[in-house]
């Protein structure tokens, strides 16, 4: 998997509180991933979300709307990544070493419609090592993480632009 950081994470547009919402800040974060796969962190950018909301007890809401990616909370370490690579290789094989029912029974619409790409091993990688959504407490109005936690975003069908959506409740 390759590392992504930083300048490929991007708060595209952040909306105040709805009348009578709990939800005090909501924002839309794009990440694009230049490669095949790639880890990304969030941390830095939902802590600073957090901050700007002034919630001081509550929850941040993190959804991932696709299927060939999504998120995880762990330790930010390069040997971890290395370790869920190859540890995702043995349960899901590329597709170009295994063929997925996914793949192959797809008609050639469907086909073109994906850019005629395979990607049976990505849906089977996001179903066994990720979350679509994610909720972290927010306490003294700040993420309550581990010390070792980060929040991040596994891809497994780059390259590609996703779309998050974040939401800070009081």
């Known amino acids: 998997m390759t590392t992504v950081s930083g300048p490929r994470v991007e708060v595209t547009s952040r909306d105040a509180r709805p009348e009578g919402s709990s939800i005090a800040l909501s924002a839309r974060i794009t990440v694009t991933v230049g490669g095949p796969d790639g880890i990304v962190d969030l941390t830095g950018e939902l802590r600073q979300l957090t901050e700007e909301s002034g919630v001081a007890e509550g929850t941040l809401h993190l959804y991932c709307g696709h299927t060939t990616c999504g998120l995880i909370v762990n330790e930010r370490d390069p040997g971890l990544e290395s370790d869920l690579r190859d540890l995702l290789e043995r349960l899901a094989p590329h597709s170009a070493h295994h063929p ?56 497994f069908d780059g390259p590609r632009t996703r779309e998050l959506l974040a939401r800070v409740h009081d």
Do not use: F, K, M
């Open 100 to 155: 997925y029912a996914h793949d192959t029974t797809r008609t050639p619409a469907e086909r073109l419609v994906h850019g005629e790409r395979d990607n049976g091993h990505s849906h089977a990688r996001a179903i066994v090592s990720t979350h679509p959504e994610l909720s972290i407490p927010i306490t003294a109005g700040a993420l309550h993480l581990g010390r070792w936690q980060a929040v991040l975003l596994a891809e």
